[in-house]
């Protein structure tokens, strides 16, 4: 089992500051390892395709709106599923010091998220995005197995990470995030890119209410 993750928006609160109103993280299962090289190397060909150099990068936030579609509708036949989670940054819902504190805020989000996806996660291998802190992210992968796993059941079997521009699956987990982003701020468009990838969807969780 292959498990790719990648946020869109930031963990910072200083909303009138530029700070995204929104903050998600997108984690995507493969459950069969064959199906991701598969989709992986579709997604290579769709760059190909498109003219790209090899190591162009697909980012949701920067591509245009053909691209976005092209995208989601090659990934789109491939057997994966997401969960997802929104962070709603409102002052008035979200407070406690621990959020005002980047690394312990994205700590926790991961955490929440990986808690809805814990029954369906066995021995898998989870990529996160390499880029950011490697230290804190070292931190995270040691985090996450001593919170998910449990004496009797071993559902994270290893935390990893790469680098997003060599890595179509998490630019995958990218385009999902962003998304999921989008859609909760109702933004032109949203709705029709996620028809594309809804039938892949487990849950998506808005927190806090």
């Known amino acids: ?25 997108a984690l ?46 090659a990934a789109a036949p491939y057997d994966f599923f997401f969960y997802g989670i929104v962070i709603n940054k409102d002052p008035a819902k979200l407070y406690g010091e621990g959020f005002r504190h980047k690394q312990s805020f994205y700590k926790y989000t991961c955490s929440l998220l990986f808690e809805n996806a814990k029954e369906r996660l066995e021995n898998a291998t989870v990529v996160i995005d390499e880029s950011g802190s490697l230290d804190f992210k070292r931190q995270l992968a040691t985090y996450l197995r001593r919170k998910i796993n449990t004496s009797d059941r071993k559902h994270l079997r290893k935390v990893k990470m790469q680098r997003s521009s060599s890595n179509r699956l998490l630019q995958l987990a990218d385009y999902i995030a962003g998304v999921i982003n989008r859609k909760m701020q109702k933004k032109k468009d949203a709705d029709t890119y996620h028809r594309l990838i809804a039938h892949r969807q487990i849950y998506v969780q808005v927190w806090p209410k």
């Not at 530029?18 to 993280?25: A, C, D, N």
């Open 1 to 25: 089992m292959l498990v790719f993750i990648d946020e869109s928006g930031d963990p910072g609160l200083k909303l009138s500051q530029g700070s995204s109103r929104f903050f998600s993280i």
């Open 28 to 73: 995507v299962i493969f459950e069969d390892p064959g199906e991701a090289t598969a989709c992986e190397k579709r997604l290579e060909l769709l760059a190909h395709e498109l003219g790209w150099e090899p190591n162009s990068e697909f980012h949701f936030k920067r591509n245009s709106d053909r691209i976005r579609k092209a995208f989601l509708k």
